[in-house]
Nanobody
Framework: QVQLVESGGGSVQDGGSLRLSCSAS????????MAWFRQSPGKEREAVAA???????MYADSVKGRLTISQDNAKNTLYLQMNSLAPEDTAMYYC???????????????????WGRGTQVTVSS
């Protein structure tokens, strides 16, 4: 069974950077696509970025050019490099994984079956 544990969140100033990590258990073939989502109080969970086992990526328009998703298969770890952070990026960030087909690259939360508990990112102005 896949388990996901996020880390790397914290508090930064406007314009700062952070790198989030998501440590994943289980065979990589059991989690062919992985993604980052975020949720602020009172708002719906929104997609940030996704990545498939072929290295293809997909980003929400609001983060293109500032956030980069990547993975290190040897370490079973998914990353989210966040640059030029702004107060509106403040949220709980969640790592998620699909199961089944490798043709799974999507930003739809309902497609992701396994979720971590999240790591908080706070950006102050």
């Amino acid at each position: 069974q896949v388990q996901l544990v996020e880390s790397g969140g914290g508090s930064v100033q406007d314009g700062g950077s952070l790198r989030l990590s998501c440590s994943a258990s289980g065979n990589p073939t059991s989690r062919p696509c992985m993604a980052w989502f975020r949720q602020s109080p009172g708002k719906e969970r929104e997609a940030v970025a996704a990545l498939d086992s072929y290295g293809n990526t997909m980003y929400a328009d609001s983060v293109k050019g500032r956030l980069t998703i990547s993975q290190d298969n040897a370490k079973n770890t998914l990353y989210l490099q966040m640059n030029s952070l702004a107060p509106e990026d403040t949220a709980m960030y969640y790592c998620a994984a699909t199961s089944g087909s490798p043709y799974c690259l999507t930003l739809r939360p309902s497609s992701y079956k396994t979720w971590g508990r999240g790591t908080q990112v706070t950006v102050s102005s």
